[in-house]
């Protein structure tokens, strides 16, 4: 049975949405401060996270950058795209705006934790790319290409997700566990490394820049 934490001040939309997953057979966690999901996430690890923005204590976009390998869904009553835009390179898997429509957020739950499960496979693929995530080992059109353990974790997190422009502050944040070494103003350098790397299998360029925000996959 799958786990989905709750963190929401809003007790009245808590119940709701806790009433409505347990329907669903999911088992849910709650938290209703910023302080009170750190601790929560801590001592638990959900499936997925129904996430708040307008919490006391830390605020979510806060508490969304302390979240790590975990789909979250932001839930706010913020309609301003450039928030969406920025929840959404800066981590979150999905932004759904109040009032929603309880159909369409228990569709994307269900896409979040199926896309989250594909990920968490042994080998992952994105066209030409294949990682092998137990020997950490990645392949070009099936040649062997020996990585760093920086340029390894970069290239897993761009290949999870595909379609994505992740921002450098995300990429530095989410691969800061496997390579806590990885600063600001070395990124460029394992980035280009990494680039030259995939084009010396193949002239395919396979990672884009986009310039002053960050990075994505290329679909080739």
């Known amino acids: 049975m799958k786990t989905i934490a709750i963190i929401d001040d809003d007790e009245y939309i808590g119940d709701m949405l806790e009433e409505l997953l347990r329907k669903e057979n999911y088992e849910v966690l709650r938290a209703y401060s910023g302080t009170e999901a750190l601790l929560l996430l801590s001592q638990h690890r959900p499936d997925l996270v129904l996430l708040d923005l307008m919490l006391p204590g830390l605020s979510g976009e806060e508490v969304l950058t302390k979240i790590k390998d975990i789909p979250v869904i932001v839930i706010s009553a913020k309609p301003d795209v450039e928030d969406k835009v920025k929840l959404l390179l800066g981590g979150a898997a999905d932004y759904l705006t109040k009032p929603f429509d309880t159909k369409e957020l228990l569709a994307r739950i269900i896409v979040q934790l199926r896309n989250y499960k594909a990920n968490d496979r042994r080998i992952i693929t994105a066209g030409d790319l294949e990682i092998d995530t137990l020997s950490q080992q990645l ?26 422009v992740i921002s450098k502050s995300a990429i530095l944040d989410r691969i800061s566990l496997d390579t806590p070494d990885c600063m600001e103003s070395s990124l460029k350098v394992h980035m280009s490394n990494l680039r030259k790397k995939l084009r010396s299998v ?7 820049v986009i310039w002053g925000i960050g990075y994505k996959l290329n679909e080739v």
């Open 202 to 208: 193949s002239d395919k360029e396979y990672i884009e």
């Open 139 to 164: 392949s070009v059109e099936g040649v062997p290409v020996h990585l760093t353990k920086t340029e390894y974790a970069i290239i897993k997190l761009l290949i999870m997700n595909p379609s994505q």
